[in-house]
Structures are given as structure tokens and as C-alpha cells.
């Protein structure tokens, strides 16, 4: 269970409050959206919660089944089940994808005191993963990101997310530079990840992938908050109004971008 | 007082230079060229970076051998070993000096080594213009051993030149020239720290349609000092291909000194360095000189540091294209990758350009580890220092990519990667 409690979060080099106050309790087995407007703080919720520098929490705390995640390492976040899907999957030249991938689930199994995994092992359980989300022994062969299109480097973080296995997945805009193909192969690959235990946050700005992993719960975040907490109509209503009528509703002005 | 306590330092070395038999004219052509040029000092241009002090002092600074650990290099490879013992041949520790397609003799036994005696101090003396290298006439003179290799033809088993520091005030100067003949192939090995001081050249003429394949490990030990120079001719269609790994030493200049003579000729000079001055003092110098003096010539320089505790990493690389060299397409990139502010990079990359019809181009970048490449690790539950050390390889990758042989490349990267355990944080 993920719990969120009055997070105030600014940014650690100039004095400007990103979260002012985000409440938020995802149980196991849930799939919760977090829908807003640019610059609502939805990213860099996801940031803050996988332990990301540049940011200072200055009130309120964060915890996943127990871990206090504010005062944890990203590394031991990652071994306690907690993976972030990245907007921007970085490239790293020179690093095979495949021995990106063992080092990170042998790091993550020694953490947790488990034994690491055969190559042989290994091989046969990305072989597996892979082959659903389309993506060929060429590319797990190329270095991490390197020359991968938008699509291929969000299934690769989708892959990733199939090897590890976290408890809890945070999607940030990873529909973003996606066509209509890409999005339902990424959204097969999460729906495949739902097990009735793990758990997703889902961060939007478009109701459209919600249409591929529907979510139990949708909040709207504005100005650093969660505004509004509803069912996935809430989602459909913004879809058809925008994010201006209830940005109104809370008095909340908006930036003309 | 003696005249002897008047000297500089420099004098001293000077007037101990001794010219061993044979080579014919050559070492005293040598001797008197370095007499007229004199040894460097920081004033002159190409060392005001790198302190010639301890190169120049008449006796080495004493230099405790390093005892290695790793399994053997290229243990695993069919090979033809060659061992200097702090700076003299061991025939017991080499094999037989003989390969099929392939002469080798040793300088010192080398007085009627006749394609080698028209050959030695040559290419040595073409690279002393317009740069002086003065080590360089100093080793030429000097040189008692070192081994004369003639390829006639394309030898599988490379040749492998092992260096052994045994003794703390070696002063080890070896000189070897390689000659291929028209469409000879070879790959010659070099490892090892040579001795407490080492002034190492290498004199390459690679004739028409030859290829010659260079790479070269020098060594763990911390204290050791060591100047080498490469000077190769490469002639038309040849081949010229060099890699260097230095991990500490005291140190390094590598001066690599290449002169593309024919037409469609190719030469690749890449070097990984890593150094941790926390203990010890590093200080690594990679001077390249490549004149383009043929058409359709292509050159690489691909060099890439990795500096840290105040480590100390120096880049000067040239490349001239002479009038005439047409559609030469010659490429410099030199990086650091500085994992603390005390550490230091300083390069000057140089093009001078004669000819009209060329593509040249030249960068060099020092910067620190990738925040956001680094956090996407960590994120995945890699920790920090395995993620730096992923991050670094990623840095060297391209360097190591020079290696055309994927046996030697695999080999190079599990040093790294031994490397980049030992010195965490």
C-alpha cells in the first residue's frame, strides 16, 4: 500500500512550492490515474516519490508498505517493489540492454537478501517477457535507449517494469509521442502486469490511455494538489470539459502556457 | 668541485649516454640530433602541461614493482611471447623467436639485420619535424634491446611484447622496429610496466595494403614512469590501428606520431585511461601527431579519461593535412569523465589544413557523471557505485570500439571492470 500524506514538496535550488499538500492512499491491487493540467506537479510526484535529486520535501511523508520512502536511497525504493516508468527513458551508450537489465534484478534481489539469478535463467525469463511486448533479440542487444523510437523505448521501460516485478508502478506520461498501435502493445503489457496485488499510478494528461488500462480510481491534481477523486467518469468528464471548469470550481487560476 | 656537479640534470643525462654497437651511423645521427635539440623543459610548448623532471633526471625516482593479482593478460591467446625483464630481453620467459611468415631478431644480436639497419632511427628522425621529440633521439641512441620484427606475410598468432618491473631503479629503454611488407598482417600485443623509468619506441612502416593491429595495457603499477612514442609510416591501402589501456602509473606520455604517405591509407589511434591519484600520483599524457600527406586518407583519434582524487589527464592531438591530401577525412575527439572536482583535464586539439577538398573535425568535452543517467539506474535498484562504475564503461565505450578483434575488446573490458572495483568512491 502506498500512502501519501499532506507531501509539500519545492524545488531545491529556487524557492518555488511544486506540491502543496498531496493526499493520496493507493491499496494493493488498485489502479489509480492522476490526471491535471501542465505544470499541476504530476511529475514531479513521481520524482519525488522514486527519490529523484532537485527536491526538497518539506512537509509531510510518503510510505510503501511500511518504507518511510522519503528518507530511502532510489536503490533500496526500487528492491522495496516501487518503479517509476520514465517520461524520458534515458539512452546509455555502451551499456547492453540485457546487462542493464540482470545488473538491476540481481542488484535488486541482493538487496532483499535473495539469491541472484542464472544467466541461463535470466535469458529464458526476458526471452519470455519480450516476445509479448514485441520486442525483438535485436533490440535487447543494442545499448539501453540507444536509436530506440519513442515506442520502443516506452515498451522497453514496460519490459523492464515485467523483469522486476514491483509491487508498485508509477506510469509517468507514458503515453506521450505514442501513436494508437504503440499505446495498445505499452497498455497490453501493463494490463498483463495486473494481478489483483500490484499496484499502478497512472499519470496523465490525456483521458485516452485510460481507455486501454482503466483505472479504479481518477484523481485531478491542480496547483500542487489533488482536487478532485472520483470514478473513471471523472476522467470522461474532463475528455469532454477540459481541465477549465473545475479549475474554476477551485478557484484556481490558470496558466495560459 | 667537479665538473660533473656543475652540471643541470639535463647534462648529466646527456653526457651519460652511451652509444651500444650496431645500427651502424644511426645512434650517433641520433645523439648528435638530441645534443643540438637538448631536453625539454616546461618552457617548451608540448610540455608545458606534463613535467619532463623526472624523465630528464640522470638516474630514475625509485619505483616499488606493483605485484599483480589478475590472471594473466592474454593468457587465453595463442601467442609469441616476448619478455623484457626490467628493460632486457629473458629468453628463458619468451618462446621461441620463431612464427611462420614473421623474422624477429633482437637488437642487440641484430649488427647484420639488414632491412632493419636502413629502417632504425628513420621514421624516429622524420617525427622529429615540426615537433621535437627528444626522448624519443635520446632512446634511438641508446637503446640497448628491443626486437626487430619483419612480416611477410598474414600472421594469425600475434606477437606479444611482455614488460616485467622487477627491480626498484630500472631504467628500462627498449627500442623495436616493425616492418610489413606489401599486404602483411599482424597484431602485436604490448603489456607491462617495463621498469621503474621506461622509454619505450616503436618505429612501424606499414607498406602497401598491410595492416598492422596495436594494443597495448601498460600496466598496474602506481609508480612507475613511462614515456613511449610510436612512429609509423603508412603507405597506400594500409592499415594502421592502435589501442591503448592505461590504468595508474606515475607517469604516462604516450606520443604517437603517424604519417599517412599513401593514398587511400587508414589510421586509428584510440587510448582508455583511468586514474585514481588517492594514494599515489597520476598524471596521463597522450600526445598525437598525424600528418595526412596522401589523398583519401582517413585518421581517428578517440581518446577518453576517467580522473579521479585529483588525477591528472592531458590531451594534445594534431592532425595536418598537407597540400595535396585531398578528400582526407580525419576525426579527434579526446573526453574526460572527471568523477571529483580535484581532478583535471587539459587539451588542445590542433588542425592545420593545406588542402582544399577534406573533412576534418575535432572535439573535446570534460564533464562529470550523467545526473539523469544515473538516477535512471538507480532507480531500477542498481546502487550508486555499480551504476557510476556502468556509467563509466558507457563513457569508454567508444574508445574500446576501436578494437577491431572482439576477443581483445572482451579482454580490455573485464580490466576495466576489475579497475572500476578496486577503486569505488
Known sequence: MLEIKNLHVKLEEEDKQILKGVNLTLEDGKVHAIMGPNGSGKSTLSYVLSGRD??????????LNGLNLLEAEPEERAAAGLFLAFQYPVEIPGVGNMTFLRTALNSQRKARGEPEISAGDFLKLVREKAKSLKIDAEMLKRPVNVGFSGGEKKRNEILQ?????????????????????????????????????????????????????????????ADGRIIETGGPELALEVEKNGYAALLDKHGIAQEMA | MSAVEKMTPAEARLARVTLPEGMGPARRAALDRLVAMGLPGRRDEYWRWTNPTD?????????????????????????????????????????????????????????????????????????????????????????????????????????????IHESESSDAILHHVIKLEEGAEITVL???????????????????????????????????????????????????????????GALTRNECVLDIVGDDANAHVAGAALGDAKTRPFHHDDTIFITHGAERGESRQVFKKVLKNGAQGVFQGKILVKPGAQKTDGYQ????????????????????????????????????????????????????????????????????????????????????EGWLARHRS
Open chain 1, 54 to 63: 532537485g527536491y526538497e520535501v518539506t512537509q509531510g511523508e510518503a510510505h
Open chain 2, 333 to 416: 575527439i579526446s573526453q574526460a569523465l572527471l568523477l571529483d572536482e580535484d581532478s583535471q583535464f587539459l587539451a588542445k586539439p590542433e588542425l592545420e589544413i593545406y588542402a582544399d577538398d577534406v573533412q576534418c573535425s575535432h572535439g573535446s568535452t570534460t564533464g562529470a557523471i550523467d545526473e539523469t543517467a544515473l538516477f535512471y539506474l538507480r532507480s531500477r535498484g542498481i546502487p550508486t557505485e555499480e551504476a557510476t562504475a556502468l556509467l563509466v564503461l558507457s563513457f569508454l565505450a567508444d574508445a574500446i570500439e576501436e578494437i577491431e578483434q572482439e576477443r581483445f575488446r572482451d579482454e580490455i573490458v573485464t580490466r576495466l
Open chain 2, 190 to 248: 604490448e603489456n607491462g610496466p617495463a621498469g621503474a623509468r621506461a622509454n619505450l619506441v616503436m618505429e612501424v612502416d606499414v607498406a602497401k595494403s598491410a595492416r598492422f593491429h596495436h594494443i597495448r595495457v601498460q600496466g598496474r603499477d602506481h609508480e612507475r614512469r613511462m614515456l613511449t612514442g610510436i612512429f609509423a609510416r603508412i603507405s597506400e591501402g594500409a592499415l594502421f590501428k592502435s589501442f591503448t589501456l592505461s590504468s595508474n
Open chain 1, 161 to 221: 517494469m515485467a523483469i522486476l516485478e514491483p509491487k508498485m508502478c508509477i506510469l509517468d506520461e507514458t503515453d506521450s509521442g505514442l501513436d494508437v498501435d504503440a499505446m495498445r502493445l505499452v497498455s497490453d503489457g501493463v494490463n498483463a502486469l495486473r494481478d489483483g496485488t500490484r499496484s499502478f499510478l497512472v499519470i496523465t494528461h490525456y483521458q485516452r490511455l485510460l481507455d486501454h488500462i482503466k483505472p479504479d480510481v481518477v484523481h485531478i491534481m
Open chain 2, 55 to 163: 624523465l630528464i633526471a640522470p638516474e630514475p625516482v625509485p619505483a616499488a614493482p606493483f605485484v599483480d593479482d589478475e590472471p594473466a593478460l592474454f593468457g587465453d591467446v595463442e601467442r609469441l611471447k616476448i619478455v623484457f625483464r626490467d628493460g632486457v630481453f629473458d629468453a628463458e620467459a619468451s618462446d621461441d623467436l620463431a612464427l611462420s611468415g614473421v623474422e624477429i631478431s633482437r637488437l642487440s644480436e641484430a649488427r647484420d639485420v639488414n632491412w632493419a639497419s636502413g629502417l632504425y632511427g628513420t621514421l624516429e628522425t622524420a617525427g622529429q619535424t615540426p615537433v621535437e621529440r627528444p626522448f624519443a633521439a635520446l632512446n634511438t641512441a641508446s637503446a640497448e634491446d628491443g626486437v626487430l620484427i619483419r612480416v611477410t606475410g598474414k600472421v594469425e598468432t600475434p606477437v606479444n611484447l611482455i614488460y
